[in-house]
């Protein structure tokens, strides 16, 4: 069980890792947050990829779909956290 949330929380860090490289823009977030964003970014990807490929995999799709499925949700929740603290800082 600890070794699970450890491996979570170093994948979460190269997955919003590398959300955050491939979005334009300075993000002000530590390394916390960035595990977070790419914890909850494989939550996200996760669930539109099952949404999306409900019929393909229907045992368990492979790491590469995985992986790339975490990535597409940490960048959609990078984009919408940008949105909402870019407007926040403008008032």
Do not use: D
């Not at 979570?8 to 190269?14: E, H, K, R, S, V």
């Not at 919003?16 to 491939?22: D, M, P, T, Y």
């Amino acid at each position: 069980m600890i070794l699970h949330i450890i491996w979570m929380i170093i994948i979460g860090l190269i997955v919003g890792a590398i959300a955050r490289l491939l979005v334009p823009g300075r993000q002000a977030m530590g390394w916390i947050a960035t595990a977070v964003l790419g914890i909850v970014g494989a939550y996200v990807g996760g669930t539109l990829g099952s949404l999306i490929f409900e019929h393909q995999f229907t045992i368990t799709p492979p790491i590469k779909h995985s992986f790339l499925g975490a990535l597409v949700g940490a960048v959609i929740l990078l984009l919408i956290y940008r949105a909402v603290t870019g407007r926040s800082a403008r008032r």
